[in-house]
């Protein structure tokens, strides 16, 4: 089944303590993108990635890293959270290679809360 | 810069209709559509291309005016399960397939 697995699904952490949230996807895809939602804002872009080693910052950066050594992964990382990164975060993934009109495949989402 | 969705929240009764507009005040590639129920994850609705037509899905269709730069969806005869947010995802020309979305339409369908 194609599909894109984030893990984990809720994490409570205190403020400072590095994390890092998983992405998986099983489809190949070159594309893949990291989102954070807050109520009234939508979904912002955090990073992403066109492909192994290739990757872009979004709409809010600040405080995210990320990496893309396998074409199947993207984690995101924390080094150091703060409680304003509270938030219900997604990973997506897209394929490239049928042009631009590919969808985004989204996982099924990781809430974090940082106190 | 994101693109602006309009109305912010509606309320429907089954059957009725509903308009939701997204624009945007750059020049656009494409658009895409996706459904959120309360705590899940998007769902994809469709995506209408720079030149493309009009495109549909059951009951849900969606135009693209891209001299306007501007994309609405339109539900019919609307059902319970049409309920959730709806967000827009717009992609510029040149844009390495970076999709950025609105703020999110929240439609609630009551019986």
């Not at chain 1, 590919?102 to 974090?112: A, I, N, R, V, Y």
């Amino acid at each position: 089944e194609a599909q894109v697995t984030q893990n984990p699904r809720y994490l409570i952490t205190v403020t400072g303590k590095k994390l890092t949230v998983t992405c998986s996807q099983n489809m190949n895809h070159e594309y893949m993108s990291w989102y954070r939602q807050d109520p009234g804002l939508g979904l912002r872009q955090i990073y992403y990635s066109m492909n192994v080693e290739v990757t872009d910052k979004g709409d809010v950066p600040e405080g995210y890293k990320v990496s893309r050594k396998e074409k199947r992964n993207f984690p995101l990382i924390l080094e150091s959270p703060s409680p304003n990164q509270t938030s219900l975060y997604f990973c997506a993934s897209r394929g490239l290679a049928g042009g631009t009109n590919e969808k985004l495949f989204f996982g099924s989402g990781t809430q974090l809360s940082v106190l | 810069q994101q693109p602006v969705q309009s109305p912010q929240a509606v309320i429907l009764r089954e059957g009725e209709d509903a308009v939701i507009n997204c624009s945007s005040s750059k020049a656009l590639y494409s658009v895409h559509w996706y459904r959120q129920k309360h705590g899940e994850a998007p769902v994809f609705l469709m995506i209408l291309l720079k030149g493309g037509e009009q495109k549909g899905h059951e009951k849900i269709s969606a135009s693209f005016n891209e001299k306007k730069q501007q994309s609405s969806l339109y539900l019919t005869a609307s059902q319970l399960s049409y309920s959730g947010t709806y967000f827009c995802g717009t992609e510029r020309p040149g844009g390495y397939q970076k999709v950025t979305f609105g703020t999110g339409t929240k439609l609630q369908v009551i019986p």
